[in-house]
């Protein structure tokens, strides 16, 4: 992508080899991936040039929670009964750049709206305010247990607003 050649301009030798290794992968996922999901129109094109991606395979949807809620052309969870939770996940590190300070804040969202949610995140205790029963810190998990994870979510949080190498595929 276009901000990655004045990036790379800037790295040594080790790290330009490395993020040359992050981008052949990530070409191959895009190639792969039946849908790729990005922010803007801007993304969706550069996104199918640079990477390779068929037209109707990167699909844009905006920020915000509305897209999960079940809004025109979004849809996903559905309102929950008052003791039925719907279980999110995020799966990353706590870096500033991840945005988890958007995650209590989408919680008292999806409530207003009628949604019993919680989110189980792999980042160590104590990133979240503590006493919390609507995030769960369980740290790293073994492949079989982040498995486990993965396969009860009902949605995966990634609530970067700026992230520079992900893309959400799908």
Known sequence: LPFIAEGLGRLGPQERLRMATIGRLMKWSAESADTVVVQTETMRTLVQSELGCAPGAVRVLRLGVSRCLGAKGGGGLERSGASEKVKLLYVGNAGLYKGLGYI???????????????????????????????????????????????????????????????????
């Open 104 to 170: 209590p804040a989408a919680l008292r969202e999806l409530r207003a709206r009628g949604i019993n949610a919680e989110v189980t995140a792999t980042v160590e205790r104590g990133v979240f305010c503590s006493g919390r029963e609507d995030i769960r810190e369980v740290g790293h998990l073994d492949r079989a247990r982040l498995n486990a994870e993965y396969e009860s979510a009902a949605c995966l949080v990634m609530p970067s607003v700026s992230e520079t190498v992900c893309l959400p595929l799908v």
